[in-house]
């Protein structure tokens, strides 16, 4: 166990952590006996007295004259004792200056003397000045696997495999024994991953919620096995200041599902937090609540109280706060309405909490009446929360002795309660003890069985292979990677003669266009994709744009003047479009009076890019265009007329005025 009188205050001396040439240190070690000095310290050396003499704190004026990166900070953090913390003296994100806090704290030294500044840490860190660095959760990662690499073997290697594996399952199983003794005893939750192989385990892996000196199990590597016990580390560096401030005592309202609500309120009926989260884990509802203070009861709206809830409860060991009846909604809607939500599951932990509150918020105004002045209100009610009296409370954060009735009628009043109390405790825990060992006998038994069937299954196995049977088995898998590649082919043959068809199928529409071209039944019509240059471009380069050819556009959109120039000089005998096209493309082809039509007028029957008209539609439509051209074209001969008589008309009067 670290020691809390034992402080070790470190500065760089020589070098930098990173030059080639490995850096070296003063060390002042600071005990109640008086300080001692060590000069030019390797790195590797100061490792090894922390170790003999583990130190409580490890305090420095800046943690980069250790390591000259994060990766190589983790690396020491992982050398040290459990227990031993690194201070940086001079703060956390914000430095300050080592010289002004020991002006602050009546100290002097000598800046150009490593030793003294080395001592000047120490003693700042005896007195809690400083930051703590962070660099782990408390959570902690153990991993048993093998020491020793199988390789390839002979004739035994099944067999030494089988040991291999059995011993790492033999470890697996004593590890988890203890996480789960520590899961009843302490609450203490963990998650498991296990890969089986040949024989027993091929490894496994713990994450337990819980800081490493919690945790009895030791990082070793014996015969076979070898297990790793490691910190989880965090996304990035943090600070802890060593003085903390003083943390609220809480009374936390859970409504657990999916999404999680909280309402976080005081001893004094405030709320401090409301929160709803979806997919949030116990270990991160934990952290959140922590981070605002101490909860003293984790409260509920149903009864019983949930597993989750109890979960949570127990990570703090606080006072579980179920009402005596589920809570309705109308009455949660009255309890959380004057602290506001946002949804219902924050409503309903507000309503939980405010619950409890009003049900104990006589029971805090007398505590607070009855306390002398200068003691801590919240701890006294803590305590009386717990099963305290007041008075006891009181003496036991003074540190008095209580002045109470006779020895013999506290015992008659007292003690049978308490020997309840912890009776109950002990059932409790050896009912929880029971429960997990029937499931491990139920496991065990399981596997057993598993194993019988195993072994009849490999015995009857071995008997096949001894009469001849693994030539036959062998033949046989031969036979089905042959089937399976007979499966391919005839998979890859289907989708060629369905891409056959589909080219027939083509070549046969191709012929009857053909056909009907050739007959006169119809008029062929060469298909270009857009009323484009591109596009008509394109059919010119393919298949020639003649005079007398009829094209059909698919899409309309694109075209202007410039394109209708292009067909008119082809001399296109008439254009089909899909859609409506631009309206100075439409004047173009008046002006040119070159026909076109819409294909719900002209229908065409096309493939790719060839296709026909049925002659009485199409000339029935050109007709139609010629008839209309004729009347615009006498029209405008007309307005024309028109105007030249008008305008003859009004020379006229001029002339008689």
């Known amino acids: 166990m670290p020691s809390d009188k034992v402080i070790f205050g470190i500065d760089i001396a020589k070098g930098s952590p990173g030059a080639k040439q490995h850096p070296r240190y003063a060390v002042a070690i600071h005990t109640d006996s008086g300080v001692e000095h060590h000069r030019m310290v390797s790195l590797h050396k100061i490792i090894r007295m922390v170790w003999q003499q583990r130190p409580h704190i490890l305090a420095v004026d800046n ?27 001079t703060g956390g994100e914000h430095l300050k200056s080592l010289t002004s806090l020991a002006h602050n704290h009546n100290l002097s030294f000598d800046r150009l003397d490593p030793n003294q500044e080395a001592q000047t840490c120490a003693i700042l860190a005896s007195m809690d000045v400083g930051a703590e660095v962070l660099l782990f959760e408390d959570k902690t990662f153990i991993k048993v696997s093998r020491a020793r690499s199988l390789g390839r073997g002979g004739w035994s290697q099944n067999r030494y495999r089988r040991k291999v594996h059995g011993h790492v399952r033999q470890k697996t199983r004593e590890i988890e024994d203890t996480l789960r003794t520590l899961n009843i005893e302490q609450g203490l939750n963990y998650s498991s991953s296990i890969v089986k192989g040949f024989g027993g385990y091929v490894r496994g892996e713990f994450l337990v919620d819980a800081h490493r000196s919690r945790i009895p199990v030791k990082q070793i590597k014996l015969g076979d096995v070898q297990v790793r016990v490691q910190d989880v580390e965090r996304d990035a560096i943090q600070f802890r200041t060593l003085k ?5 005592t809480l009374i936390v309202g859970v409504d657990p599902g999916t999404t999680i609500g909280l309402g976080m309120l005081d001893l004094e009926g405030n709320l401090v937090k409301s929160h709803s989260g979806r997919g949030m884990s116990v270990p991160e509802v934990v952290e959140m609540i922590a981070r605002y203070g101490k909860p003293m009861i984790i409260a509920t709206d149903v009864r019983p109280i949930p597993g989750t809830v109890e979960k949570i409860r127990r990570s703090f060991n606080a006072i579980p706060g179920e009402p005596d009846e589920s809570l309705s909604s109308e009455y949660k809607i009255n309890l959380a309405r004057p602290y506001g939500y946002n949804n219902d599951h924050e409503r309903d932990a507000i ?11 006589n029971k805090f105004e007398e505590i607070r009446k009855r306390i002398p002045s200068g003691i801590d209100a919240d701890e006294v009610i803590i305590r009386v929360m717990k099963g305290d009296t007041i008075d006891r409370a009181v003496a036991g954060l003074t540190g008095s002795k209580m002045v109470s009735k006779p020895e013999v009628e506290q015992s008659t009043d007292e003690e049978p309660d308490k020997v309840v109390r912890d009776l109950r405790k002990t059932v409790k825990r050896q009912h929880g003890t029971i429960n997990s060992l029937r499931t491990y006998l139920d496991e065990l038994k399981s596997e057993i069985t598993i194993k019988r069937h195993r072994i009849s299954a490999l015995d009857r196995k071995i008997k096949k292979l001894k009469s001849g049977v693994y030539a036959t088995l ?8 042959r089937a399976e590649k007979i499966r391919n082919q005839e998979h890859e043959l289907q989708n060629k003669n369905q891409l056959i068809g589909e080219l027939t199928e083509q070549v046969e529409d191709l012929k009857r266009l053909r056909n009907l071209e050739i007959s006169g039944r119809a008029i062929p019509v060469k298909v270009a994709s857009a009323f484009t240059k591109e596009a008509i471009a394109h059919v010119k380069e393919q298949y020639g744009i003649n005079a007398g050819d009829v094209l059909f556009f698919k899409d309309a959109s694109g075209g202007g003047t410039a394109t209708v120039d292009m067909l008119s000089l ?31 007028i002209v ?19 050109l007709e139609r265009f010629k008839d209309e051209s004729e009347a615009r074209k006498q029209k405008e001969k007309e307005k024309l007329l028109r105007s030249l008589v008008d305008e003859y008309k ?3 009067r001029r002339g008689i005025d």
């Open 474 to 481: 062998r033949r046989s898998k031969e036979m089905r990677i």
């Open 63 to 89: 943690i980069h004259e250790l390591t000259s990166g994060r990766r190589d900070l983790i690396a020491l953090m992982r050398k040290l004792p459990p227990g031993t913390r690194l201070v940086q003296v």
């Open 650 to 652: 009004s020379e006229r």
């Open 351 to 361: 309503a939980a909490s405010a619950h409890v509150f009003r049900r104990h918020k």
């Open 603 to 621: 229908p065409v029957n096309y493939l790719d890019d060839m296709g026909v008209v049925d002659p009485d539609d199409f000339n029935t439509a």
């Open 244 to 248: 903390e401030k003083k943390r609220k």
């Open 570 to 600: 082809a001399g296109v005998r008439a254009v089909i479009f899909r859609g409506d096209i631009a309206h100075n493309a439409q004047e173009e082809f008046l002006e040119k009076d070159l026909p076109f039509f819409d294909i719900r």
